[in-house]
């Protein structure tokens, strides 16, 4: 059974900061590269930023220095926190994994196959 099921989205002021987390199915969590990705109204969704299952992070220029992606292997969630919030900042935030058994496990953007429903983050 995949599950990845995100919360804490909600209003923020400008300045301000988020912290989101992704409750991910065991499976999943230990064997894939996890991801969290936004989609704001009218555009294309983009990545925030990866994590591979050594933790090895990668990071989106739009956010380096901004946001910082973790793994919390005791609730097998994984974690996002943003500071700095900007009205552009404003979207549906998702957290996304790969296929863990797949033949080969890559951290590579067109690999993220497994999705949330997604979590709205506002920011004013």
């Known amino acids: 059974h995949v599950q990845l099921v995100e919360s804490g989205g909600g209003s923020v002021q400008v300045g301000g900061s988020l912290n989101l987390s992704c409750e991910v199915s065991y499976y999943v969590y230990k064997g894939a590269c996890l991801g969290w990705f936004r989609q704001a109204p009218g555009k294309e969704r983009e990545e925030i930023a990866r994590?591979?299952?050594?933790?090895?992070?990668i990071y989106a220029d739009s956010v380096k220095g901004r946001a910082s992606i973790s793994k919390d292997n005791a609730k097998s969630t994984l974690a996002l926190r943003m500071n700095s919030l900007k009205s552009e900042d404003t979207a549906l935030y998702y957290c996304?994994?790969?296929?863990?058994?797949?033949?080969?496990?890559?951290?590579?953007?067109?690999?993220?196959?497994?999705w949330g429903k997604g979590t709205q983050v506002t920011v004013s």
């Open positions: 994590i591979d299952s050594a933790g090895v992070t």
């Open positions: 996304a994994a790969t296929n863990p058994f797949a033949a080969v496990v890559t951290c590579e953007l067109g690999a993220f196959e497994l």
